[in-house]
């Protein structure tokens, strides 16, 4: 007969793939199917043949191969997943190694020789004496003109947070950092519609006994 009737069963089915003058190529697939009860919920049934009988054969193959392809969507799916996260690990990784680097010459350009109280918001330049010296400024090369008596290396821009900020990113950052200030302002002046107004919540008040006379 069609119909597998033994309890607890898993098929094995071939999916056969054949083409015009090519040979069958089997690619083996188990399919777990339900299993079946003569004494479904305590009722003995007349023909368990009749009832568990599998309509078409070729239902295995076609289970076989859902299964199949569920099993590549899920390796697919996994694939693109992990990428993904290796993606966002390798962006991590090349964030931590910046924010370090940027530490270490914040940390160098505050042990810079310099004879004036720092004040952030303020950019100072730096130059290198004869002997290997580097020291603050804040006279610019252009304001040294011809007369300037050291090496120019560079000018930084000292930030509220105590962080240093090439001159060359200077309008870059504080362009970001308007932004902030912009979105921060306007969240804070911004009404909040959705908060109930303060001495509007209703009050029990305890039962006097005039209320209760009345």
């Not at 078409?56 to 193959?61: E, G, K, N, S, T």
């Not at 160098?108 to 330049?125: E, M, Q, S, W």
Request: aromatic share 6%; glycine share 6%; hydrophobic share 35%.
């Amino acid at each position: 007969r069609g119909g597998i009737e033994e309890r607890g069963r898993v098929a094995t089915a071939r999916i056969m793939s054949q083409t015009d003058g090519e040979e069958e190529m089997p690619a083996a697939a188990e399919v777990a199917l339900v299993e079946s009860s003569s004494k479904p919920s305590g009722l003995q049934l007349v023909s368990t043949h009749q009832t568990n009988r599998l309509g078409d054969p070729l239902d295995l193959v076609a289970l076989a191969q859902q299964i199949q392809k569920g099993d590549e969507f899920v390796r697919a799916n996994v694939t693109n997943k992990l990428t993904v996260i290796a993606e966002q690990i390798q962006y991590l990784q090349d964030k931590a190694r910046q924010v370090l680097e940027e530490a270490k010459r914040d940390a160098d350009l505050h042990h810079v020789a310099c004879n004036v109280v720092k004040k952030p918001g303020t950019i100072y330049f730096m130059y290198r004496r004869d002997s290997g010296q580097r020291y603050f400024s804040i006279l610019s090369p252009k304001e040294w003109g011809l007369s300037c008596p050291h090496e120019f290396l560079g000018a930084y821009k000292l930030q509220h947070d105590m962080s240093w900020t090439p001159y060359k990113e200077i309008n870059r950052r504080d362009a970001e950092m308007g932004l902030i200030d912009k979105l921060l302002t306007q969240h804070q002046t911004q009404p909040d519609h959705g908060a109930e107004p303060i001495g509007t919540d209703p009050v029990i008040l305890p039962t006097t006994s005039n209320q209760e006379e009345s």
